[in-house]
């Protein structure tokens, strides 16, 4: 499966912004799905995930402002990011495998990073 990143930008702290990642190539449907953000000299990071079923993963960081959603018709992951925070800066990448690699860090499929940075 090959996976395309979209979305990112420069906004405000407190605004919003949408990730999009279409996927093509084998079922997208099949696979979990997720979100990681590497920030400035940190390492990557799962911030969200989905799996086939449509079960959610979020880490602690971005619970209750992060939503993260597919559209199996449409062959696309979505990342709703609401109430922005400086510490959200960083490139997010969309990840495709397995529910376990997915959270685990180590899935197969990746698409390449779009930039978001939250000014303060």
């Known amino acids: 499966v090959q996976l395309q990143a979209s979305g990112g930008g420069l906004v405000q702290a407190g605004g919003s912004l949408r990730l999009s990642c279409a996927a093509s190539?084998?079922?997208?449907?099949?696979?979990?799905m997720g979100w990681y953000r590497q920030a400035p000299g940190k390492q990557r990071e799962v911030v969200a995930a989905?799996?086939?079923?449509?079960?959610?993963y979020y880490a602690d960081s971005v619970k209750g402002r992060f939503t993260i959603s597919r559209d199996n018709a449409k062959n696309t992951l979505y990342l709703q990011m609401n109430s922005l925070k400086s510490e959200d800066t960083g490139v997010y990448y969309c990840?495709?495998?397995?529910?376990?690699?997915?959270?685990?860090?180590?899935?197969?499929?990746w698409g390449q990073g779009t930039l978001v940075t939250v000014s303060s």
């Open positions: 990840a495709a495998d397995l529910w376990s690699r997915v959270l685990g860090g180590t899935p197969g499929y």
């Open positions: 190539g084998r079922s997208f449907s099949n696979y979990a």
């Open positions: 989905i799996s086939s079923g449509g079960y959610t």
